[in-house]
């Protein structure tokens, strides 16, 4: 199954997914991997992905892409 994304193979896939595309935008997200094991209700055992993120949006930017640096009277200014 090509878009299962509770097994080990579909959670790789998605967090692999998910850092490239926010590392594009110029941002740096943290992705795990956690496996659950076996849940009774599922019937099967799942790999759950989690990041740092708040609200589906990233906390950090990328050092080496981020460009932009308060300035003098706290408004961000871009070099």
């Given at each position: 199954?090509?878009?299962?994304?509770?097994n080990?193979?579909?959670?790789?896939?998605?967090?692999?997914?998910?850092?490239?595309?926010?590392?594009?935008?110029?941002?740096?997200?943290d992705?795990?991997?956690?496996?659950?094991?076996?849940?009774?209700?599922?019937?099967?055992?799942?790999?759950?992905?989690?990041s740092?993120?708040?609200?589906?949006?990233?906390t950090?930017?990328?050092?080496?892409?981020?460009?932009?640096?308060?300035?003098?009277?706290?408004?961000?200014?871009?070099?």
């Open positions: 199954m090509d878009h299962d994304f509770c080990v193979d579909g959670a790789r896939r998605l967090k692999q997914r998910i850092e490239e595309y926010w590392r594009e935008r110029g941002y740096n997200v992705v795990k991997l956690i496996e659950a094991g076996f849940v009774a209700a599922m019937r099967s055992a799942r790999t759950d992905v989690r740092d993120m708040v609200n589906g949006m990233p950090r930017r990328d050092q080496e892409n981020d460009r932009s640096r308060p300035s003098a009277r706290g408004v961000m200014e871009v070099a």
